[in-house]
């Protein structure tokens, strides 16, 4: 480009705020008095310019290299500043791009940023201008970068670190959740039985201003349609027989904090009109009340039923269903995001160590193979039950294909009949650890009471424990 006129700034250089930055600063020009005038200014104020003539040149540094700025003219001898922005913003990943075109092309510089550009100069401009701008890039840069960091220790440490899964459809939920949690609002959370909805709905509490406030969680198919509304909302004292006191309802009693309405789909047809009021204007009335009460609660709903298909039944109302779903999150089955499989495996077998004593020191790969292609009906919830039941049954600290189907109830295939199998002093073992195992889990963890279910005096059963690797106190209040 023809270098146009550039309008000096008094002290030649922006903002007096001195910059340490080493940041680095893709500059492309083809003008070679301009690029060196404005890496001269950049680099007074500590920035790193890589300078260079053409927009394929700075395709090529973006390949090798990662920059914190962009700064692009139009006009270049190749491919254009605005030609060549789609693949720079790409290239880039997330770099920003200033684009500095000639005054009477400023219809190019809102193309440029229609197109994704940071921001654009029009020449002449001075070189303050250009500093203040590239200064509120780097600032704007350095702030997205303490919100990933800040973000990355959340997930791993925080609440989100108990949602498991690296997948793309989880990564999806997570990011949901992370905007969902602080807004407030009515909150609904769909998917098939055992995805993790009670999960994710605690996970939502815990990351709210409402962390601290109650928690009431309803179980909406476990109540009697005739015990819905007194259930919810409560009743005054003579609203029916029986009712010589007033009573709250769920509702009052999540006040300032949350409620849960699990399987929001088999709430009564009779009831939802006042649901639909308790979400729209934060008002509730007891049986036999004449005055509305207020409630400031946050509602989560969950169900894995098609709401879609219970308004089409009649049994659920429209006008509430789209109230209920202003900000929704849909947990994927397990089967669709089978990658998750391995890290889950991994963390309920820490679990049942923890929970249970038992150590299972390996999977095979065979049994993960099995896990990953299985297509898990109850979901999480069934990989977490049959990993359990497989770790108390198995032979050995090695967990086999054979362990997995056994847990399901699948029939095994017959296994050869190897040296293992007549293995005699092998099978006894396998056999004393189970019993032990069983009668620990029956008397929950009493060492006395399993001895003498085993016929085995304390300090033997001691001795057993001690070579099977278990621990008697993890039983406490489990049982098999
Ligand atoms: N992504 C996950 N990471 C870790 N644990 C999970 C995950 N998803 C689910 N779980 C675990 O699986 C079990 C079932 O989850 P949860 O009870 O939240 O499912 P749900 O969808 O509410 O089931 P339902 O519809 O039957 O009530 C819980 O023990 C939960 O902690």
Wanted: hydrophobic share 40%.
């Amino acid at each position: 480009m023809r270098v146009q006129a550039i309008v000096f700034a008094p002290c030649c250089m922006y903002s007096s705020s001195v910059t340490t930055s080493q940041e680095n600063i893709l500059l492309i020009e083809d003008d070679a008095a301009f690029r060196g005038m404005l890496i001269e200014a950049l680099e007074a104020k500590s920035y790193k310019v890589t300078g260079v003539v053409s927009a394929e040149e700075g395709l090529a540094k973006l390949k090798t290299q990662r920059f914190a700025l962009i700064l692009t003219d139009v006009k270049l001898p190749g491919l254009s500043g605005v030609d060549v922005l789609p693949q720079l913003l790409k290239l880039g990943q997330g770099t920003d791009v200033i684009v500095m075109t000639a005054f009477s092309s400023k219809e190019t510089a809102l193309r440029a940023v229609q197109l994704g550009a940071y921001d654009f100069f029009s020449k002449p401009f001075s070189l303050k201008e250009l500093g203040i701008v590239v200064h509120r890039a780097m600032e704007k840069r350095r702030l997205q970068q303490e919100v990933l960091s800040l973000r990355h220790s959340l997930r791993s440490t925080g609440p989100i670190s108990k949602i498991i899964g690296h997948s793309a459809p989880i990564t999806e939920v997570i990011s949901r959740i992370e905007k969902i949690a602080p807004l407030d609002t009515t909150a609904l959370i769909t998917g098939e039985s055992g995805t993790g909805k009670e999960l994710i709905s605690d996970t939502i509490r815990e990351l709210s201003s409402r962390q601290n406030g109650p928690f009431i969680k309803v179980n909406c198919a476990a109540i009697p349609e005739h015990l819905f509304e007194n259930e919810l909302f409560g009743h005054e004292k003579g609203a029916f027989t029986g009712a010589t006191s007033s009573q709250p309802g769920k509702f009052e009693l999540a006040r300032g904090g949350t409620i849960l309405l699990d399987e929001i789909g088999d709430m009564p047809l009779s009831i939802q009109p006042k649901l639909l009021r308790a979400v729209e204007q934060k008002q509730i009335e007891r049986l036999g009340g004449s005055r509305p009460i207020d409630v400031d609660v946050r509602i989560i709903a969950a169900t894995n039923q098609h709401l879609e298909e219970r308004i089409k039944e009649k049994v659920f109302r429209e006008d509430l269903y789209y109230r209920l779903k202003v900000a929704s999150i849909h947990l994927p089955p397990l089967r669709n995001r089978s990658e998750d499989i391995p890290l889950l495996v991994e963390s309920f077998l820490q679990r049942i160590h923890h929970e249970l004593g038992i150590y299972i020191r390996k999977v095979t790969p065979e049994a993960m193979s099995f896990m990953c292609t299985y297509t898990w009906p109850g979901n999480v919830r069934q990989l977490a039950n049959i990993l359990e039941g497989a770790a108390i049954s198995a032979p050995s600290e090695t967990l086999t294909a054979d362990d997995i189907r056994k847990a399901l109830g699948h029939k095994t295939p017959s296994t050869k009949s190897t040296g293992d199998t007549l293995n005699l002093k092998k099978a006894v073992n396998t056999f004393e650890r189970q019993l032990i195992l069983k009668a620990l889990s029956r008397t929950q963890g009493n060492q006395t009471e399993a001895a003498g279910l085993l016929g085995l005096t304390p300090k033997n059963l001691w001795a057993k424990l001690k070579k099977h690797n278990l621990d008697s106190k993890t039983f406490k209040r489990r049982t098999i």
